[in-house]
Structure formats: structure tokens, C-alpha cells
């Protein structure tokens, strides 16, 4: 025996929110298009991405930390609009205006 196992490992990933690591899987991978921050569902999109819970506390907290610019490495601020109407309504929830 070699002592591995033969169960594969889930790979981490930590959320820019509330900076708690999860399985990927759990976690939503965001994008910059045209100065938007969008999400990408399929994990499919092009250059670099943040994770975040898709959950409105997380996304809140990411907002106010300006986790965005410095997880994407940008300067100014970024628009969240589509970001937050797909959390709110993966969440259930009623998007706030």
C-alpha cells in the first residue's frame, strides 16, 4: 500500500465576503465584463475571478470591504447591479432598489 487515498480532493476556494473557504462548488465565480462584475454560473467565462457565498450578506460584505477591485486587480469602483440581482434571486429573496 502507498497510503494514498482514492478519494479525490474538492478544491477551495475562499469567498471574497466573508474570507471563509469552501469546495468550489459551493461558492460563485464572478468576472469583470466591461467594467461590471458578473456572474459566471458555468465557471466558463474568461480572466480572473473571485468566489463568493451566493448569498446577499456576502455579497454585501464584499461591497463594502472594495474586495472586488482588489480581487480583480482594478482600480475604481466596480458595477455589482448584475451581481446582485442574480444573488437575490438564486437567495429567493426580492432585489432591493
Do not use: I, Y
Not at 4 to 12: D, F, Q, W
Not at 50 to 71: K, Q
Amino acid at each position: 500500500m502507498s497510503g494514498r487515498t482514492h478519494v479525490r480532493a474538492c478544491p477551495e476556494r475562499t469567498c471574497v465576503g466573508c474570507r471563509k473557504r469552501a469546495a468550489k462548488h459551493e461558492l460563485l465565480r464572478v468576472v469583470v465584463v466591461e467594467g461590471a462584475c458578473v456572474p459566471d454560473v458555468r465557471g466558463a467565462l474568461p480572466g480572473r475571478g473571485a468566489h463568493l457565498h451566493p448569498e446577499p450578506a456576502c455579497l454585501d460584505l464584499a461591497v463594502r470591504r472594495r474586495a472586488f477591485p482588489r480581487a480583480f486587480r482594478l482600480q475604481g469602483p466596480l458595477d455589482t447591479d448584475d451581481l446582485r440581482a442574480h444573488v437575490e434571486q438564486r437567495a429567493g429573496g426580492v432585489p432591493a432598489s
